[in-house]
């Protein structure tokens, strides 16, 4: 039957970058063609057309998390993102156990550029960031840049007079010929693709029968395997996760019990910052350091500023000798009450 024979596809790489567009195409049996505008892309039904998105869009990171969904990994991802989740696009686009390199993109942007592509009539069939294209370890010279893929995978783009501020990336194997032609070369032997969850491509089924099979075939499945347990194994594992964190947190800051505690803990992360403004505190920790360092022994449990009243209340995991406040510092007030140590200046 004739629709079975199927032909050997060309392919379409096309790259997103600050001057706009690049692509570089091949039909079978002919030689390679570029060009820089969409308008010039020659027309083709037979083709596999794959778009490279620039480094400088999409933001890549290595998270290894053991039996983690799409949620818990997107928080894992979070301290590293400049603006909110919600406005992201965030996927695992590799996997190898419980390590994954995730990316994420300005949701809306990924849509303009897959709506300008579809209004010069052309749909890729994958989507990925073009420091993926790159083999790890190695750095491309590409439109007064460089693109690098590092040794754990993930990838950025430099100005070409920055690269020589870095000299670990400077070791990075650089790649010579044509920049773009490696680009395409590696797009198509890379099978990563962004185009997952809302943006995922649903083909149109070409076939009454073959419809007809799947639908059935779904309604099976979905007798068989309710999706209401993997809701509930999802919920249970954030249910986990948030408790864990709320315990950790607890332990350093035991009178606090926050709702949103990886925010917290942000916060917590921004005091030293603004707690080297205030002297008082690091020239009483100065000034009692001899008496600190003979309790070395007695794990520290928590520690409480009073920036008011100029006190530090230590809370030790064992009871203090009463001893201790003997051997006080000049000028230092020291008061002993079991397991907690308090430091203040003299009046």
């Given amino acids: 039957?004739?629709?079975?024979?199927?032909?050997?596809k060309g392919w379409l790489v096309i790259l997103q970058h600050a001057q706009g567009w690049r692509w570089c195409r091949q039909q079978v049996g002919q030689r390679p063609q570029q060009g820089e505008t969409l308008a010039d892309v020659?027309?083709?039904?037979?083709?596999?057309?794959?778009?490279?998105?620039a480094a400088e869009h999409?933001?890549?990171?290595?998270?290894?998390?053991?039996?983690?969904?799409?949620?818990?990994?997107?928080?894992?991802?979070?301290?590293?993102?400049?603006?909110?989740?919600?406005?992201?696009?965030i996927v695992s686009v590799e996997r190898h156990g419980d390590e994954h390199l995730m990316a994420a993109i300005n949701r809306d942007e990924l849509q303009q550029m897959l709506q300008t592509?579809?209004?010069?009539?052309?749909?890729p069939q994958r989507v990925m960031p073009a420091t993926l294209a790159l083999e790890a370890g190695t750095r491309l010279y590409f439109d007064d840049q460089w693109l690098l893929r590092l040794e754990d995978g993930t990838g950025l783009s430099l100005p070409n007079d920055a690269l020589t501020q870095f000299p670990s990336l400077s070791a990075l194997t650089p790649l010579e010929g044509d920049s773009l032609l490696r680009l395409a070369q590696g797009a198509r032997d890379c099978r990563t693709s962004l185009l997952h969850g809302e943006f995922a491509r649903r083909p149109a089924l070409r076939f009454p029968l073959l419809a007809l099979g799947t639908a059935i075939m779904l309604c099976w499945l979905s007798v068989i395997f309710p999706p209401l347990w993997q809701g509930w194994q999802a919920q249970q594992a954030v249910t986990q996760l948030n408790q864990q964190l709320l315990t950790r947190y607890q332990h350093y800051f035991p009178a606090e019990s926050p709702?949103?505690?990886?925010?917290?803990?942000?916060?917590?992360?921004?005091?030293?910052?603004?707690?080297?403004?205030?002297?008082?505190?690091?020239?009483l920790l100065q000034n009692a350091s001899s008496l600190l360092g003979k309790l070395h022994e007695n794990p520290l449990q928590t520690l409480a500023w009073d920036g008011t009243t100029q006190q530090l209340q230590l809370t030790f995991r064992d009871a203090l000798p009463s001893a201790v406040s003997n051997d006080a510092p000049e000028g230092i007030e020291v008061v002993v009450k079991e397991t907690q140590l308090m430091l203040s200046r003299k009046s």
Avoid: C
Avoid at 1 to 8: E, S, T, V
């Fill in 259 to 283: 709702e949103l505690v990886r925010r917290a803990f942000s916060r917590k992360a921004a005091q030293p910052a603004e707690l080297s403004a205030n002297p008082g505190l690091l020239a």
């Fill in 117 to 123: 592509l579809s209004d010069h009539g052309i749909v």
């Fill in 58 to 89: 999409v933001t890549l990171a290595r998270v290894t998390l053991p039996n983690a969904n799409r949620q818990s990994l997107s928080w894992q991802l979070e301290p590293l993102l400049s603006e909110e989740m919600d406005n992201l696009h």
């Fill in 1 to 8: 039957m004739k629709f079975l024979n199927k032909r050997p």
């Fill in 42 to 53: 020659p027309a083709s039904d037979d083709i596999d057309t794959i778009l490279l998105i």
